[in-house]
């Protein structure tokens, strides 16, 4: 029923910042909770980050401190905010909603929970 879109990838040097998009045409993002996640070459699908519907987050460990992600309600968008890019963060990102958030618990950083993936978003970080 859901299909979300990314955007904001691109090619940046290693130290350098991003900030990716992910926008829902047609409906409100406020009540949904949503999940980031990328892929990189040769590996498989990673939960990054996610924001309840309560806005409370969760980041795995690898990007904790560098990486945040934020609903902007005015602009209907839920944006994951990058600094410190490593060569390592090179990966497609995705955004996708998980329908089945839990107010009395955190976000789900599992990937099966998830619906809605949009067709991601290429960041590389290379000097």
């Known amino acids: 029923q859901v299909q979300l879109v990314e955007s904001g990838g691109g090619l940046v040097q290693p130290g350098g910042s991003l900030r990716l998009s992910c926008a829902a045409p047609?409906?409100?993002?406020?009540?949904?909770?949503i999940g980031w996640f990328r892929q990189a070459p040769g590996k498989e699908r990673e939960a990054i980050s996610c924001?309840?519907?309560?806005?409370?987050?969760l980041n795995i460990d690898s990007v904790k401190g560098r990486f945040t992600i934020v609903r902007d309600k005015v602009n209907n968008t839920v944006y994951l905010r990058m600094s410190d890019l490593k060569p390592e963060d090179t990966a497609v990102y995705y955004c996708?909603?998980?329908?089945?958030?839990?107010?009395?618990?955190?976000?789900?950083?599992?990937?099966?929970?998830?619906?809605?993936w949009g067709q991601g978003t290429q960041v590389t970080v290379s000097s």
């Open positions: 996708a909603t998980d329908p089945n958030w839990d107010i009395n618990d955190y976000c789900s950083l599992t990937l099966g929970d998830y619906v809605g």
């Open positions: 924001i309840n519907v309560d806005d409370s987050t």
């Open positions: 047609g409906f409100s993002l406020e009540n949904h909770a």
